[in-house]
């Protein structure tokens, strides 16, 4: 079945650095991609989509500048949280969608998430 | 804002039947009922999906009210890998985005 990788699954870094994180469908092209945020014991929230070979679209609230997503292939696009703070420390996830559009009618498929704690 | 409303935890014994519920009174026509669950630490994991009728797959089934206002996702036998945050989600023509609430905690008593 279609699989969704994510990586690093954990990462430390220091206050100021930037961090970048990889999500890649292994098996099936994905010309979308989504990226979620989600703190302990809360539900997933959705930042951006991340399109291929376009800029990305982020949910409102999310800056972009801080969030800098790159999608430069049907399979690969990057999260990188520039300038970590404290509070950027989080549960990033990365999902697609295997299908041709309409696609709102097919399963998302998720990474196995990247718990990034920001000293 | 695709609504759905989920009680907060369920619990369920060990081998027995589980029905979780979702009411999602304001969806159109065209919505898809989508079924995910996550695991502690893990990314959310594909359930199961449907439009009107029932659907079962080697996870789940899912029941879908006739009125498509509600709908039950059923767990055969409950087994204690699946303790779970449950998500039911309604999936919009022309969006592609899913958008989670806060879903249903399943507890598994052995």
């Known amino acids: 079945g279609a699989v969704v990788s994510q990586h690093p699954s954990r990462v430390i870094c220091k206050s100021g650095t930037s961090v970048k994180i990889e999500c890649r469908s292994l098996?099936?092209?994905?010309?979308?991609m989504f990226w979620y945020r989600q703190f302990p014991k809360k539900s997933l929230m959705l930042m951006a989509t991340?399109?291929?070979?376009?800029?990305?679209?982020?949910e409102q609230g999310v800056e972009k500048d801080k969030f800098l997503i790159n999608h430069a292939s049907l399979t690969l696009s990057t999260l990188t949280v520039t300038s970590a703070h404290p509070e950027d420390s989080s549960f990033y996830i990365c999902s697609a969608r295997q299908g041709k559009w309409p696609s709102y009618n097919s399963p998302l498929h998720f990474g196995n998430g990247t718990r990034l704690t920001v000293t | 804002d695709a609504k759905t409303t989920q009680p907060n935890s369920m619990e369920s014994n060990e081998e027995e039947p589980v029905h979780l519920p979702c009411n999602h009174s304001t969806i159109s026509g065209t919505d898809y009922i989508h079924w995910y669950r996550q695991l502690p630490s893990q990314g959310p994991e594909y359930v199961i999906h449907g439009l009107t009728s029932n659907v079962n797959n080697r996870m789940a089934s899912l029941a879908i009210a006739e009125d498509r206002k509600s709908s039950t996702l059923i767990l055969h036998r409950a087994t204690l890998r699946d303790a779970a945050v449950y998500y039911c989600?309604?999936?919009?023509?022309?969006?592609?985005?899913?958008?989670f609430g806060t879903g249903t905690r399943l507890t598994i008593i052995p």
């Open positions: 098996d099936f092209q994905a010309t979308t």
């Open positions: 989600i309604r999936s919009q023509f022309g969006n592609e985005k899913l958008t």
């Open positions: 991340s399109n291929e070979g376009s800029k990305a679209t982020y």
